[in-house]
């Protein structure tokens, strides 16, 4: 099993629709979880961390839950310049490393 | 100001020949890591230093190979590339004195074998 999964993709939405993402992660000693976003050909870029409490950025909602392992983002209002790949990050406890899931491709269109 | 910085962006190598791929940083991090990644393909951890302890993942190759001289450099040898070694390389830092610490990358460098 990955130590970090995410939903498969691409999600092909139209603008102003609503989207979530999961991400599911086997190391229940976790102890901090990020969503990147990337763009084609660049370095992913720190979209959000996520908090236990669930955290909101704008049109963006984080949640994580601990009991089932699993984080989710929710982006409301979908805009074209919403589209790239959402990877969710877990730091794996103990090792102090960043893990990356998978990635999930958001496509947004007109 | 970029804080983590990967030279050169974009590096053409031939097969079998050595490669050294570099990385430094100005924001003082302890925690310093090497991915991959390919495309259409999510980063995957090669490595990583806490301070200067050395972290290898089960299933890098050993192929590659990393140095820390000090905090601010890190670099990410590739003894022998393959065709197959053709890929993104991204270096970030983070800080393990904080409990929820984000990682920083560098712009990566795209490396090429010919």
């Known amino acids: 099993r990955k130590e970090v999964e995410q939903d498969p993709g691409p999600f092909n939405v139209p603008e102003g629709a609503t989207v979530a993402f999961n991400c599911t992660y086997s190391n229940s000693a976790s102890q901090s979880f990020f969503w990147y976003r990337q763009d084609c050909r660049k370095e992913p870029k720190l979209l959000m961390s996520v908090y236990s409490s669930g955290n909101e950025d704008g049109r963006f909602t984080a949640q994580l839950n601990r009991a089932s392992q699993y984080i989710s983002l929710l982006i409301r209002d979908s805009k074209l310049s919403d589209s790239a790949t959402y990877l969710c990050v877990v730091n794996i406890a103990g090792f102090q490393k960043l893990v990356f899931g998978t990635g999930t491709r958001l496509l947004v269109s007109p | 100001d970029a804080m983590v910085i990967q030279n050169p962006r974009y590096q053409v190598t031939q097969f079998g020949k050595p490669v050294t791929l570099s990385c430094s940083q100005t924001l003082n991090h302890n925690v310093m890591y090497w991915y991959q990644q390919k495309s259409s393909q999510a980063p995957k951890l090669l490595f990583h230093?806490?301070?200067?302890?050395?972290?290898n993942e089960a299933d890098t190759p050993d192929n590659f190979q990393s140095r820390r001289p000090n905090t601010s450099f890190c670099f990410l040898d590739i003894r022998s590339p393959g065709l197959g070694d053709a890929a993104m390389y991204l270096c970030?830092?983070?800080?393990?004195?904080?409990?929820?610490?984000?990682?920083?990358f560098g712009q990566g460098t795209r490396l090429t074998v010919v």
């Open positions: 230093y806490y301070d200067k302890d050395f972290n």
């Open positions: 970030a830092t983070s800080s393990a004195a904080q409990v929820s610490t984000e990682a920083f």
